[in-house]
């Protein structure tokens, strides 16, 4: 699977986890790896500038230890998010039903596809206002309005 539709099915994945569990665990556990993730990188930076410098390394090391604590932190917050998300089982299993679907279709979407709406959208609603409103099953909402 090319990396565009893996980054594609993971936000795809949140999203369900969040419509169909109501749990905004799931969304601040995958905000919680990005600020992970950046902090790491700030990290090997702060790491590799310290092994180049010269000079003193003390603001460096500061730097080092300011990160490190940062990171322990967002872990022991992820790991509180992850365990909450844990307790939804019976979401994990509904959205492991609809990602399997997704996954198994051509996802192109070149033409309309019966089977693929049918196992995503709960509802189309088109509103007197010109926006149609999509639900999707678990009752997240999607509003476009029409021109």
Do not use: W
Request: aromatic share 4%; net charge negative; charged share 35%.
């Amino acid at each position: 699977i090319a990396p565009e539709k893996e980054k594609v099915l993971e936000a795809v994945r949140t999203a369900l986890e969040f419509s169909i569990g109501g749990n905004k665990n799931v969304i601040e556990a995958n905000n919680i790896k990005e600020n992970i993730e950046q902090l790491k990188k700030e990290l090997n930076d702060f790491i590799k500038r310290q092994q180049e410098t010269a000079g003193d390394k003390t603001r460096y090391q500061q730097g080092i230890i300011e990160i490190s604590n940062k990171i322990k932190a967002l872990r022991e917050q992820l790991a509180i998010a992850n365990a909450k998300i844990e307790n939804h089982g019976n979401t994990e299993t509904e959205v492991d039903r609809i990602m399997n679907s997704i996954k198994n279709e051509d996802l192109n979407f070149t033409e309309f596809d019966d089977n693929v709406v049918r196992r995503i959208i709960e509802c189309i609603r088109v509103m007197g206002d010109k926006t149609i409103v999509i639900i999707i099953k678990g009752g997240y909402e999607i509003k476009q309005r029409i021109e």
